[in-house]
């Protein structure tokens, strides 16, 4: 037998619902065995975007099974409460494969982030999970697997605007470290002297260049040419934006 509840959703939650679904109460069936979780992700929107569950006026967790007639509001995290972290311990991050631009992006300001064109969802859910990682992606189903304690759908497709959304859902504007880590692999970034990388160098680099720095991990070496000109606009931009 079925029944009907009534839900109200918040905020940036509505982002995830049909547009006639938006900003208005939306009567909803269900069965006996339904919880209140299943109901919200059935919905479209993925538990970790949720910050709290009322019900007939109550704070509930997601386990709660609805009743007949409930009426239910869901709310978002806004503004970056420490509960979005809740057994995450720092802003460390692992990236879905479609988010390779990003992930160079976050290397870039220094934050510890996994990315693999190789890691399918199984691998993200586990090293999210085992690690403690923030997981992003563009997929909300795969937000909605239960293991995943912290995690973010990402709005925009354009790589610089997702840069802004993580930066500022997080609160991250005071922890850039930019040019500690490699852009590629996520190692971190040393200062190294010329000779002991001069054959890895291109001859104008060798020629006009003296000041080089190696990551730890995949030995990539870096060095202040144009491209290091134009990653510090963007950060200029960051911070100015955020």
């Not at 869901?74 to 970056?80: D, H, L, Q, R, S």
């Not at 982030?113 to 999970?129: A, C, F, K």
Request: aromatic content about 10%; hydrophobic content about 35%; glycine content about 6%.
């Amino acid at each position: 037998m079925s029944h009907s509840a009534f839900f109200r959703f918040y905020g940036s939650l509505n982002d995830f619902l049909r547009p006639r679904q938006r900003h208005t109460v939306i009567p909803y069936t269900f069965a006996a065995h339904q919880t209140v979780k299943d109901m919200i992700e059935a919905m479209g929107v993925p538990h970790v975007e949720v910050h709290a569950v009322l019900v007939n006026g109550e704070k509930v967790d997601f386990s709660y099974r609805l009743e007949p007639n409930d009426q239910v509001e869901i709310y978002p995290y806004e503004g970056g409460e420490e509960e979005l972290l809740t057994g995450v311990a720092e802003r460390r991050f692992v990236l879905d494969v479609h988010l390779g631009s990003l992930a160079r992006f976050l290397h870039l300001l220094g934050f510890d982030t996994v990315y693999g064109q190789h890691l399918h969802d199984p691998e993200l859910v586990q090293i999210s999970s085992e690690e403690k990682r923030i997981l992003l992606t563009r997929d909300v189903n795969l937000l909605k697997h239960k293991a995943i304690l912290a995690g973010y759908w990402l709005r925009s497709q354009q790589t610089e605007e997702q840069l802004k959304e993580v930066i500022s859902r997080y609160r991250l504007g005071d922890q850039l470290q930019p040019f500690t880590r490699c852009m590629v692999c996520n190692g971190h970034i040393v200062p190294v002297e010329k000779q002991e990388v001069l054959e890895q160098l291109p001859p104008n680099t060798q020629l006009y260049f003296d000041e080089f720095y190696q990551c730890r991990q995949c030995k990539r070496v870096y060095w202040k040419g144009s491209h290091y000109e134009r990653m510090q606009e963007l950060i200029r931009r960051i911070k100015a934006q955020v």
